[in-house]
């Protein structure tokens, strides 16, 4: 994509200190809310196929440029992410209030996990990258992936995480990017790996039926809990997700951070 | 990348990955409701990779390793990992684990027992012990290294021990000594926190150290201001993220190192108190130079760097001098705080000792020497080459703790020790790495008397330079025996004449000392497959062997055993019966008898309990009057190091001219042994890639680091590319006036080299390309130079394969 492909119209200046919502963050917030109506995750298999017409419509929303990051795009990010989920309010809000909120069936929380495997070793590894990625050390990465967005259906997950400048130090490309891949096929050691990795949780132990579920994972490096429980997860996603303090509720386990426990002593132990 | 080559490579990823093996194809998702990490235990241990020495805390699920979470206890990594480390738990579990001693019968390798593979070493040692070496890595740990040191040199009478380090950071460690009179570094990773300026000297930290490499960099995203700058012969992924970068032709590094030396004198802005009070001045002798040099005075260093002008720099190494300056100014500037960070592009160099020292000189030049972010450190690419092969002394010239074979009163000293007869410890320095193939590879009538090579954990059928003519030759020779335990089959175990099957790993309990002298410990976690079996075991067993087929020397002076170990009752334990060795805990045994040694050279180590409860100590360590062990950060530093005095702020307590002062060297600038010519034109640079690690026998079995870095490349400069007529994945034949490579061209990737010169990384045991490069090493550190040799490339004649 060139960059004037990529520049958007916004004008992000603010006048006598009153905030202007910035076009940048409505685009985020269109996107997020046309990819709620039109149904987001594709199907786990489907996730990386080629599908129709990959003629980019004029009336979508564009991507924003490295300048326009440079201007405080990442600075915008929890406010266009508190925009999104207003906007998933804004369509649930009645029923909030006075119905059960959604619920994920089993067949949605089944096919959110096994995408999610695909891409992880085990429940814990960085996910791989699906797509080629710029081999020379640059933040390219958080241009899609600061907050995420949808187009033509496919996700670019938010990170999970604060941003690390070197993305390449954890994230690499699923498959190369390099030319002649076929050469590297024929021989060298063999690839069929013995390992079995750890298995996703997939549901958090509540104290009573209506208690709010603790948090069955490890929150290191998964502080960001809307990447995959967000607005534009499918499956794990939250049914409140206009709640923004998801720690109030879901206790993170000391034990999964593997946070030293031998100070704190047995739990329920007399001080 | 435009979006039309971003939509066809989506196309081919998801073709692919349908081929490939996929390890997330083996695991169903669980039922609703369930909680996998029951049932899973975490135990902490270092890294298997590199010398950053990150702590991983390793999930285990009935008897097998399940996930690998990063240790958020860790100061080194500080809960964060690269992605070999995230995957270290897969190291384990390739497919074609070596899981029985092999012996070669009429050109095949056969299974046999590990008794009938105990006599046949015992016997190759027998008929010529003199003949035998020890070669191993610093993926050795601490007590097998240890072990394998006193075998050798206890054992064995002789001083044939080497490793895998000395071709890694042999060089670093001559620059320590010629410069502190003592090996490894005064400063440590809390540089990377505090540093206003980080300067990588021929170094890639991004691909190659990416956990320090980030606890550097993502102080930016936490809004302080950096400065990174990149001293260096390519363009890498490090340079993208570099404020500056300062290109210079191959070799030419001594020259920026002098003038930036000559502008601080020059302009006065160099550290008059510092030096005046803490430095002083030394140079090559003019006819047979050696590692001490000698003394000169401030006036004729002085005058002999003064020839190194910006002028003269440029024109030697391509380097603008308005950078010299810049790089000047930046060092003249004491408000600032400076950290330079070198690995292989410093060591791997024929003037490796003469560039290490003249970094250190341009530190202490500056004073920017002895605050935490200001100061040098080299980094290390084997978990333990600091702790084991530097500390313990797995070379030829070493003895346990720093001490040297050298010395009368060190020789002494050990044989109290290990309670061996005076005179047990040869006083002749066996040869150095190179030099030991170089003879495995002579008939014995013509110099070739090494003739048997015992190998473990390392892999130099791939690693040595020039391989045909410093190993393959070897096993075209009659009477050359190689032994190799390994973990996988390799280049070299394929070459070998008995294969052992090791353990690896959290298979056995181990300790490695990693790159800013930091001491790590772990216990065995999951049983090795099959009949594998530790490395410190088997050298154990061997010198048992021996010691029951009446070889004199493995008894000590009261005709023990040499490894003679007992348990709390007193009673003998049998450690060389496998089925015995876990009865007593033979790794704390080991590294207590080894922990005598560390006091000569002020590297105290504390009792091994006090490593099980910490995430590594950095040595240093000593006791303080309430019982605990305390750390030193910064050595030579008053408050830091305990061994400094009050008072004197400074103190090089094992300065080589006695006076408590450190070295600042001049080196001319010399040409390298191999130039780019007419006939081969271009210089050939080797190195490393972040997916893999070294000659990638654990790596290339992990799918996704295997699927991320599938095969080895020739990086090219587009222009010499176009003007050869070779397209983006060409084949493409180098040449050196030692052997070629076809390999698989590719342009603006990884890295992008300079017109003139390509780039080759060594990881794939398919592409040699040890088959091409020099053998060629630095006069004081005998560490061969893999960075500059001279070849030719062409595209690769019509029906040429990889």
Not at chain 1, 4 to 12: A, C, L, P, V
Not at chain 2, 26 to 49: E, H, I, M, Y
Not at chain 2, 314 to 320: A, D, R
């Amino acid at each position: 994509m060139s960059d004037e492909e990529q520049r958007t119209t916004s004008d992000t200046t603010s006048s006598n200190g009153a905030r202007v919502v910035p076009v940048v963050a409505s685009a985020v917030l269109a996107v997020a809310v046309i990819g709620f109506f039109t149904g987001i995750a594709p199907a786990p298999d489907a996730a990386f196929e080629l599908r129709g017409s990959r003629e980019v419509s004029s009336d979508l929303p564009r991507a924003p440029s490295h300048a326009d990051l440079a201007a405080g795009f990442a600075a915008q990010a929890a406010e266009s992410r508190q925009l999104a989920a207003f906007g998933a309010m804004a369509r649930e809000g009645r029923r909030a209030l006075t119905e059960e909120p959604p619920v994920a069936t089993a067949e949605e929380i089944s096919g959110a996990l096994a995408l999610r495997q695909q891409r992880r070793a085990y429940d814990g590894a960085p996910p791989r990258v699906p797509h080629p990625m710029t081999q020379t050390g640059s933040l390219d990465c958080v241009a899609c992936h600061q907050d995420g967005f949808v187009l033509e259906g496919r996700v670019a997950r938010m990170m999970s995480h604060e941003t690390y400048a070197s993305c390449s130090q954890c994230h690499v490309e699923d498959v190369h990017s390099m030319p002649s891949a076929e050469r590297a096929s024929v021989g060298g050691p063999p690839i069929d790996t013995q390992f079995v990795g750890l298995e996703a949780p997939t549901s958090g132990p509540r104290a009573w039926e209506g208690a709010p579920p603790v948090i069955p994972h490890a929150t290191q490096m998964r502080e960001r809990c809307d990447s995959c429980h967000g607005v534009l997860a499918e499956g794990l996603r939250t049914s409140h997700p206009w709640r923004q303090s998801c720690t109030q509720c879901h206790a993170p386990s000391a034990e999964y951070d593997l946070r030293p426990l031998a100070e704190l002593g047995p739990i329920g132990a007399a001080p | 990348m435009d979006r039309r080559d971003f939509l066809r490579q989506m196309a081919m990823t998801a073709a692919s990955a349908a081929v490939t093996g996929s390890v997330e194809a083996q695991r169903s998702v669980v039922p609703l409701g369930s909680s996998p990490r029951d049932g899973v235990t975490w135990n902490k241990a270092p890294c298997r990779f590199c010398g950053t020495g990150c702590h991983v805390q390793v999930g285990v699920r009935q008897g097998r390793i399940v996930a690998i979470q990063a240790d958020p206890q860790a100061e080194v990594n500080k809960g964060h990992l690269c992605v070999k480390g995230y995957h270290v738990g897969l190291a384990p579990y390739g497919p074609d684990r070596l899981t029985r001693p092999l012996l070669r019968r009429n050109g095949e390798l056969v299974p046999i027992s590990w008794d009938q593979a105990l006599d046949v070493i015992a016997e190759r040692i027998q008929r010529n012990p003199a003949g035998f070496a020890l070669y191993g890595s610093g993926q050795w740990t601490i007590p097998e290294g240890y072990a394998g040191t006193k075998f050798v040199k206890a054992g064995l009478g002789t001083n044939n021990i080497e490793a895998n380090a000395r071709l890694c950071m042999a060089s670093a460690v001559t620059g320590f000594l010629a410069t502190y009179g003592v090996d490894e570094p005064a400063s440590c990773f809390d540089d990377l926190d505090r540093c206003d300026v980080m300067i990588c000297w021929g170094n890639n930290p991004a691909e190659m150290h990416p956990v320090l490499f980030s606890r550097f960099l993502d102080r930016r995203s936490r809004g302080e201001r950096t400065t990174l700058v990149d001293i260096g012969t390519r363009r890498t992924r490090t340079t993208g993220f570099a404020d500056h970068y300062l290109e210079f032709k191959p070799h030419t590094d001594t020259a920026i190192a002098l003038g930036v030396m000559a502008l601080l004198v020059r302009e006065g802005t160099y550290d008059r108190r510092f030096v005046e009070n803490h430095c002083a001045f030394r140079a090559p002798q003019a006819d047979s130079p050696t590692l001490q040099g000698e003394a000169i005075d401030f006036e004729a260093w002085k005058a002999r760097v003064a020839e190194y002008t910006p002028e003269r720099v440029q024109e030697i190494s391509g380097v603008p001098a308005r950078e010299i300056r810049r790089l000047a100014e930046l060092f003249g500037n004491r408000d600032l705080r400076i950290a330079s960070f070198w690995c292989m592009g410093m060591n791997q160099h024929t003037a490796g000792t003469a560039i290490n020292s003249l970094v250190h000189g341009v530190h202490l030049l500056s004073g920017h020497w002895g605050r935490e972010g200001d100061g040098p450190s080299s980094l290390t690419g084997q978990p333990s080459a600091c702790g084991t092969v530097r500390e313990v002394g797995t070379l030829v010239h070493l003895l346990p703790g720093g001490t040297l074979v050298a010395k009368p009163e060190h020789r002494a000293a050990a044989e109290r020790r290990w309670n061996v007869p005076a005179g047990r410890i040869s006083d002749r320095i066996g040869p150095h790495t190179v030099e030991m193939f170089r003879r495995f590879c002579l008939p014995a009538d013509q110099g070739g008397d090494i003739d048997t090579i015992w190998v473990q954990v390392t892999n130099p059928g791939q690693t040595m330079p020039n391989a045909t003519e410093y190993f393959d030759r070897s096993r075209e020779l009659e009477g050359k025996f190689l032994i190799v335990s390994d973990v996988y089959p390799t280049l070299t175990t394929r070459a070998a004449d008995l294969v052992l099957p090791s353990a690896m790993w959290v298979e056995k309990n181990g300790m490695f000392g990693n790159s800013e002298r930091r001491t790590q410990q772990w216990f065995k976690m999951i049983e090795p497959p099959g009949e594998a079996r530790d490395d410190c075991w088997q050298i154990l067993a061997v010198a048992r062997r021996l010691f029951d087929r009446g070889f004199e020397t493995m008894r000590d002076a009261d005709g023990k055993f040499l490894f003679h170990m007992e348990d709390e009752r007193g009673r003998e334990v049998p450690t060389w019966d496998f089925r015995r060795y876990y009865d007593i805990n033979v790794d704390e045994r080991l590294f207590e008898e080894y922990r005598g040694f560390s006091t000569t050279k002020h590297k105290n180590l504390a009792p091994y309990g006090e490593y099980v409860r910490a995430r590594g100590l950095r040595w240093p360590v000593v006791e303080t009057d309430d019982g605990t062990w305390r750390e030193t950060r910064y050595r030579f530093v008053e408050g830091e190091d305990p061994f400094v005095p009050q008072g004197d702020g400074f103190q090089f307590y094992h300065s080589t001219s006695e006076d408590d002062r450190a070295q600042i060297w001049f080196h001319p600038y010399t040409p390298p042994p191999e130039v780019p010519d007419e006939e081969y034109p271009f210089w050939l640079c080797t190195g490393r890639v972040l997916e893999h690690w070294h000659s990638g026998t654990m790596t290339m079995r992990i799918p996704p680091l295997r699927r991320a870095m599938p095969q080895a490349y020739v990086e090219l400069h587009r222009d010499d590319a176009r003007r050869l007529g070779i397209a983006q994945g060409d084949l493409v034949r180098i040449e050196s006036r030692r052997g070629h490579l076809d390999i698989t061209a590719w342009i603006d990737g990884r890295g992008q080299p300079p017109r003139g010169s390509v780039f080759v990384p060594f990881f794939d045991e398919r592409l040699r390309i040890n088959l091409v490069t020099l053998h060629e090493y630095d006069p004081f550190s005998k560490q061969p130079d893999y960075k500059k040799c001279a070849v030719r490339i062409r595209r690769a004649p019509r029906g040429a394969s990889t």
